[in-house]
Structures are given as C-alpha cells and as structure tokens.
C-alpha cells in the first residue's frame, strides 16, 4: 500500500496517521520525493483498512498495492488448490460434479437416488437437512433427522456428503453428518459462522451471495482460511440481474476472475444460477466449457412433488446424459 501525503499538512496530522499506522503493527517508510511525500506500507498492509486511512487529513490518496486477501490469493505464483478426501479430488485437473436433491425429503427415495447416481459415477451427494427459505411457511427442511438420513447414505452407500450449516450452534451435528460443509449464499456474510467453519477440519463449500462483489466473496472465504481451515471451494451460484428477465444471471466472468485470483478449487451451481431445469444443462455445459472446476446440480425423481427448489431440479435420466456431454467437452478441450 501507498499513501500520497497532501503537500500542507501539519506535522499533528502525519503523527495521528503514524499512530494509526504503529497500533495495528505495520512496517512502514516516509519517502519523500520533489512530486510528492509518500508513506510505503512494508509489511501487514492488508491489516489496514483503505476507507478508514483515506479519512485522514494528512492523506490525498491511499492506494492498495496488493490483495487484502492474502491467504486466499494466487499472488507471488502460490500453488493451487487441491482438495483431496476419501480419494476424490476437488482442484486440479479434476472436473468434480456434485449431484443430489435440494432438500432430504424421504428416506428410501433419497437412498435410491443415491444409488442411481452413484452408479453414474458421482461420489459427492449433495442435500440440504436444514434449508434457508424465503418463507417462514415454507418447508425448513428435516433438520436432525434429515442428517441421520446423510450419515446412512454416507456408510451404507459409501458416498461423500455435502450439507449445508445454517445456524453455528448446529455446527458440531452438521460436521457429525458431511464431508463437506456448505455455507449457502445468504450465510456468506455471517462472518461468525464462516469463523467457526474455518476452526473445523473438513473442506467447506462457500457460496457466493448473489449480490455480493467477487472481492467480498473472497473475504468471506479469507474469514475461513484465516481460522486454519484452508480447504475452501468456492461455488458461483448467479448473481442479482435486472437486465433480463431472470433474477438472477451465472456470473462465469466473476468465477474465472475469482479462479486467477485465488488459489481455491470454483465450482458453478448451475441451478440456482439458471433456476429452471430447462437452463440447467446448457449452464453446466458451459461451466465445463470455461474449465472450471466442477458443478453442483440439483436432481430429483419427482421435481413436481419436490419439497423444495422442484422447478429447477432436473431428472436422473436428464443427469446422465448432462455427464456424457461434460465428458465429451472434457475431452474436446484435452484435445
Ligand atoms: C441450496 O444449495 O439448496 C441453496 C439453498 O443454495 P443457495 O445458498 O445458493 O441459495
Ligand atoms: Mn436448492
């Protein structure tokens, strides 16, 4: 970080700023040149808040020279990413799909459909226990018992479970219950729970809240990287439009972006970006297409009667062929 220095300043008001600059702990230098007085951040500058150092009377402009994310970034050539877990790869050169219903509705049509896409080759189920609905009246999802369900599908079945945390006092049910923990969108600034996913030692999937810039995305997964955890994967899941006649638009230039810039695994969900199941395919195609690093896809046997998000669920006969086309587009981009 630089900070240009106004050309009149007391000495008062530069000594207000040093102190500032001493208490949250950064290195810095004055330099001073015939254009201008500067202040050079040395060390810790993402320790320092712009807007605040902006308001300082002895400061013209303060400008970030580097990342406020530090963990998250791909800056000084860091390695990327790969999360690993019961012999999955998430990262790399994987293209990881994630696949299963909205919500855990019943016990022995989730099982089934576990199976039939298992037999398909997926082997991390996706299905929420506890759902964040706009409506109190809404279905909210079978809490407790729908993790029971997770943990038979995940030892009677063998596959890996993402699900998602609501509320941090669930935290240690949810953890007892997935492989992967989910924050979903509207979590993704409760900074308390992202602070207690990053003290947990299983990768968490971070939504991108719809109207949320990709910098504040990346914070938000720098909340948990910061606590320890640094098994983030990052899911782009459409952002706020108003241009078209869909609420919300896939955002695949804000997923690459956040892919240069980060050294975490970006996976799209194709179905709450698209909405309705008649989107979905082409959405995940196209994610596979931009070499991302997988897909999460809602999929449900009955979508009609679906409890929750039926509308954009698309069919398990639909769901493989999706896979057969990600294969070819896969090998299309090998060459
Ligand atoms: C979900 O994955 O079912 C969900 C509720 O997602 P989001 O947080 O993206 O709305
Ligand atoms: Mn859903």
């Known amino acids: 970080m630089i900070i240009i220095l106004r050309r009149k300043t007391e000495q008062s008001d530069i000594d207000m700023l040093r102190q500032y600059l001493e208490n949250k702990g950064v290195e810095y230098e004055i330099v001073s040149t015939i254009e201008a007085n500067f202040i050079k951040i040395k060390t810790f500058a993402h320790l320092l808040d712009l807007k605040h150092i902006n308001q300082f009377s002895s400061v013209l402009k303060a400008v970030r020279l580097s990342t406020s994310a530090p963990l998250v970034s791909s800056e ?175 955002d695949l230039n804000g997923a690459l972006e956040v892919r240069n810039r980060s050294i975490l695994p970006v996976i799209i969900d194709p179905s709450h970006a698209g909405a309705d199941r008649s989107l979905v395919p082409a959405l995940a195609r196209a994610s596979a297409a931009a070499d991302l690093d997988g897909i999460m896809v809602e999929v449900h046997t009955s979508p009609k009667t679906a409890l929750s998000d039926g509308f954009q669920a698309i069919l398990p006969e639909d769901f493989k062929n999706l896979l057969s086309d990600i294969g070819k587009i896969r090998n299309a981009l090998k060459g």
């Open 76 to 250: 000084k050539g860091k390695k990327r990413k790969v999360i690993e877990l019961g012999g999955v790869k998430i990262g790399g050169d994987e293209f990881t799909v994630i696949a299963g219903p909205c919500s855990l509705e019943d016990e022995v049509l989730f099982l089934n459909l576990v199976k039939y896409l298992k037999s398909a080759g997926v082997r991390i189920i996706r299905a929420g226990a506890y759902k964040p609905r706009t409506s109190p009246y809404s279905f909210q999802g079978l809490g407790e018992k729908g993790l029971d369900i997770l943990q038979k599908a995940s030892t009677e079945l063998g596959v890996l479970i993402v699900t998602e945390i609501m509320d941090v006092r669930d935290m240690d049910l949810v953890y007892r219950s997935s492989d992967i923990i989910q924050v979903g969108m509207r979590n993704m600034r409760n900074y308390s729970l992202l602070k207690e996913a990053g003290k947990q030692d299983k990768p968490v999937l971070l939504k991108r809240a719809s109207d949320a810039t990709v910098d504040e995305w990346l914070l938000a997964a720098e909340y948990i990287l910061n606590e320890g955890n640094m098994n983030v994967i990052l899911c782009e899941r459409g952002v706020t439009n108003s241009l078209s006649c869909k609420s919300v638009i896939l």
